[in-house]
């Protein structure tokens, strides 16, 4: 297969590629770490509680929503499960990248489990795609160079957004920081009509489920939109099938 | 305000099993190939799970005490539109930013 990419790669220019692949989602990343902070101050919780739930968990939408649901005194374990649901597109993720890093060795991926998020998922994936001839090592670089700006950041905004608190004024709108993110994260994924199926079948169940209590609306919702995508997706391959 | 014991349990419980979840493939599974009604369905995973999160928030706002907001409804449709048109998430987040701040400020005036 042709390629215009540079063979010569080495792990410093993989790893220097990621980082300025990495480097722009600060603008998104600040934001939305301190927004956490904010927030979980609002809710009572001490400086170190918020950076300890930022580093434990390291998962964005995962905080917001067990935050939300502790301030709403829902039992434990619908905090867990719901916070858990939320994050169950690391899986896939995690299902995703094996095939690009899974022979890297044990300790690595261990470690690149636990730095496997939206945006270091995102840029190795469509890097490892367009260079194919990467070698693990490299690619392995290449994930570190993504995460090397934004996990200080992440850790050092959920400190600072605990110590301005309430200071935040509410017409910054920080609000919606994480309505926006997700839907421009989701919105370039939105590839085949069975991937639109998902989004508008899940986006509609979560509308009609939205008086359910604990969040569990979104699990019903998800999990019919995800039945709804890999249904579409057989049925369409079926017809693609019958008219070949 | 939340407990003290009831929030360590959710920040260590949320913490391995937030771990387990992304190291199950990566760690455990490794090359050995999974079912493929499995992997149909996880590659629906993220285009189902963001709207269905987002969209009550889109409609019934709690910054507007769950009326709906012209301001935010505007941005999350841009917001959309630009990522599905440049497939660029940062183009995408900007112009929702803009739509969001640029129709606060005017309905503010």
Known sequence: MPSTTPKTRTRASAYWKGFADGA????VVIPFAML???????AGLNVLETLSFSAVVFAGAAQFTALQLMQENAPTVIVLASALAVNLRVAMYSASLTPWIGAAPLWQRAIAAYFTVDQSYACSVVQFENEPQMTVPQRMAYFTGVLSPIVPFWYASSILG???GTQVPDSWALDFALPITFLALVAPMLRTAAHVIAALVAIITSLLTAAVPYSLGLMIAGTL???AGAQAEVLLERRKLRHD | MIDTGTLWIVIIGLGIGSYTLRFAFLGIVGDRPMPAWLLRHLRYTAVAMLPALVAPQVVWPAATDGQADLPRMSAAL???VVGLLTKNVLAAIFSGAATLFGMLWLFAL
């Open chain 1, 24 to 27: 722009p989602f600060l603008l």
């Open chain 1, 36 to 42: 956490f902070g904010v927030l979980a101050t609002e």
């Open chain 1, 162 to 164: 605990a110590l301005v």
């Open chain 1, 225 to 227: 939109g995800m039945m």
């Open chain 2, 78 to 80: 841009v917001t959309l």
